[in-house]
């Protein structure tokens, strides 16, 4: 499960855990995910900037993008803080970063009491 701090859009998941969040950007009000847009998830290390996960989706519900971190994403990750960003990339080719008034938050990977690595 991750925990979300929507103020901050700070987040928090035990490392090999599943966790899920959705979004429906809206421009005026008017939610406008569709067909031909992609919401594009990036995960970096705070320390060196590189990037150790990313994950792309094209499907929508109502304009809704569910945003999915599987067990095996994490796996891998050292335990700590990083940085994530979620951009939209629009059809006409219009990018969004949606995470309002922060440029980038924060993605805490914590130990769980039996650690999968």
Known sequence: MIR??????????VIGDTGSFSI????NGEAY????DEVVLTVKRIRDGQVVLEKKYTKFIN?????VIEHEDTLN????NYIYDLKVIRKDGTVDTIIPNN???NLTLKEGVKSWI
Do not use: R
């Open 4 to 13: 979300m701090d929507k103020t901050t859009m700070n987040a928090e998941l």
């Open 24 to 27: 429906i950007p809206k421009i």
């Open 33 to 36: 995910l569709s067909d031909g």
């Open 63 to 67: 304009h809704k993008a569910e945003i």
């Open 77 to 80: 990750l050292e335990k700590g």
């Open 103 to 105: 440029p980038s938050a």
